[in-house]
């Protein structure tokens, strides 16, 4: 009971189209495999951070991409010399995880530390569009507000 057929919201709607490609993306991906694990956290009204569990990676293995609402996250392991292994639990396979973001979200940092990739995100609408408060003024509509003298006749 998973499939669902946005056809008739595409049909019905005008410019929610990447709204409705998100949610149609988001369906598709339930079957995709979940490494590398990572969580989403909010850490304040406007921030946001983004760990990645990169056990075995460096940092130059890993390539953080940020384009217009669209976060990318690379990794490919280098191959360093001719290993024997009896098991290979830890997985070095290479990896790309892309996350969707919002309008106005950017980038602030990126740390990797033991193994743990961290990437902290802010919100910053720009002054234009936030909402402000307009003053409104008392008088007759269509007057300029200006004091006119009145003279009496000679």
Known sequence: MRNFNLTPLWRSTVGFDRLFDLIDDSLQLTGENNYPPYNI????EENYRI???LA??????VT???EQNLLTVEGRKAEKGDHQY???????RPFRRQFNLADHVEVKRASFENGLLEIDLVREVPE???????????GVAGTDNQQVEHKKAA
């Open 41 to 44: 956290e909010r850490t304040g």
């Open 51 to 53: 760990s990645l569990a």
């Open 128 to 138: 234009a569009m936030k909402p402000r408060r307009i003053q409104i003024k008392s």
């Open 86 to 92: 009896l098991y290979q639990g830890i997985s070095a």
């Open 56 to 61: 075995g990676f460096m940092p130059e293995e």
């Open 64 to 66: 953080v991409t940020a």
